[in-house]
């Protein structure tokens, strides 16, 4: 069974930036799609960034300008650069594989980002 590992994530101050990494333990075939989801205390779990394999990327309106999702076509390593955080960002964070295969997605297993001075 594939595994997305995560990397990164942790304490940061107001202002700072993250790292977020998550590749695959093995291969996935027919990927369509790859992002972020995250989902802070008491919220339910959003969309933060996504890209459609072959066409768009898009973010959640909250973090533009701030955020940037980018793939290591080669490795199929999804990376989520995370600038001038904000409390509000805080939450576990989740990287997420869909293949072209209806229901057929991978997730992490969350990764923690606090920001907090």
């Known amino acids: 069974q594939v595994q997305l590992v995560e990397s990164g994530g942790g304490l940061v101050q107001p202002g700072g930036s993250v790292r977020l990494s998550c590749k695959p333990s093995?291969?996935?075939?027919?990927?369509?799609?790859m992002g972020w989801y995250r989902q802070g205390p008491g919220k339910q779990r959003e969309l933060v960034a996504g890209i459609i394999i072959g066409g768009r990327v898009n973010y959640a309106d909250s973090v533009k300008g701030r955020f940037t999702i980018s793939r290591d076509i080669a490795t199929n390593t999804v990376t989520l650069q995370m600038n001038s955080l904000k409390p509000e960002d805080t939450a576990v964070y989740y990287c997420?594989?869909?293949?072209?295969?209806?229901?057929?997605?991978?997730w992490g297993q969350g990764t923690q980002v606090t920001v907090s001075s």
């Open positions: 997420s594989v869909a293949t072209t295969r209806p229901g057929d997605v991978y």
């Open positions: 093995g291969s996935i075939f027919s990927i369509n799609a």
